[in-house]
């Protein structure tokens, strides 16, 4: 009888084994197929995260090169209009606005050169750059050569700075600059015999831009006033994404009696 007994125990002992060794490759199964599944979801968020970076890249390559091209362009287009007007009447007058033309074309060809730099590789496969492309990066300090080229080719600029000037975040910086490039460049390009306004403003937490222009500008590239255009091209839709990455706001609008005016609020992490 004992011995039965003990048969009888150690039977009941395998099998509960035997189902124990089952249920834990079950869970074993179990753990590693939601692993999989895991490394899968993982893998789709790493190649989303990294296409909406190479999106947001291609968008940043965008806003710099309308940037880039836009300004120097429109003022090696005013420029060349100015010179066929007075070539034969006044050639002094035209030489020097064929030598503008040709420092807008230079300048235009060193920043994509710079900026076409950062997108292709060395030969060598290195990263290296030679010291006279590394041209400096657009900032609020660099603002009197951009008021100088856009005054002599034809649009009078007043600026005025009001508190006291700090250093700025990199981006900011460059976002402020291209604020004033965009309205001051379509104030030009279709503008009639008017002037500008620039003032900057370093107020406590924020940096505060505007630009006031005067007759028929559009902002943005679009019809002039009274034919249906609503400004909303790509120069505005480029600032806005720009100030917005800061959790700036921007607004522009036309003036009543024509021209624009556009208004910009970067906050600042440290006070002034």
Not at 67 to 86: C, K, L, P, T, W
Request: with cysteine.
């Amino acid at each position: 009888m004992r011995t039965l007994i003990l048969v009888v125990a150690l039977v009941v002992a395998c099998l509960a084994a035997a189902a124990l060794g089952f249920a834990l490759r079950r869970a074993r199964r179990r753990h590693e197929r939601a692993l999989g599944e895991r490394g899968w979801l993982l893998e789709r968020e790493r190649e989303a995260a990294a296409l909406a970076a190479v999106g947001a890249e291609r968008a940043r390559i965008a806003r710099e090169l309308h940037d880039i091209v836009s300004h120097n362009v429109s003022v090696m287009i005013v420029q060349a209009g100015a010179a066929r007007e007075v070539l034969a009447s006044m050639p002094e007058e035209a030489a020097s606005a064929l030598a503008a033309v040709e420092r807008a074309g230079r300048d235009t060809m060193t920043e994509l050169r710079h900026l076409l730099g950062l997108l292709a590789p060395a030969p060598d496969g290195s990263e290296e750059t030679e010291p006279e492309d590394l041209a400096p990066q657009p900032s609020l300090a660099r603002l009197t050569p951009l008021v100088d080229r856009i005054a002599f080719a034809g649009l009078p600029v007043d600026v005025r700075v009001s508190g006291e000037p700090c250093p700025l975040p990199t981006g900011i910086d460059v976002t402020a600059y291209r604020i004033v490039q965009e309205a001051l460049t379509n104030a030009l390009k279709h503008g009639a015999g008017g002037k500008a306004e620039v003032t900057i403003r370093y107020a406590e937490r924020a940096l505060r831009v505007e630009v006031l222009t005067t007759g028929p500008s559009v902002l943005t590239g679009g019809p002039p006033p009274g034919r249906g255009g609503d400004g909303a091209g790509r120069g505005l839709a480029g600032l806005r994404e720009r100030v917005a990455v800061y959790g700036g706001d921007l607004d522009a609008r036309r003036r009543l009696g024509g021209g624009y005016r556009v208004r910009a609020r970067l906050p600042l992490d440290a006070p002034c």
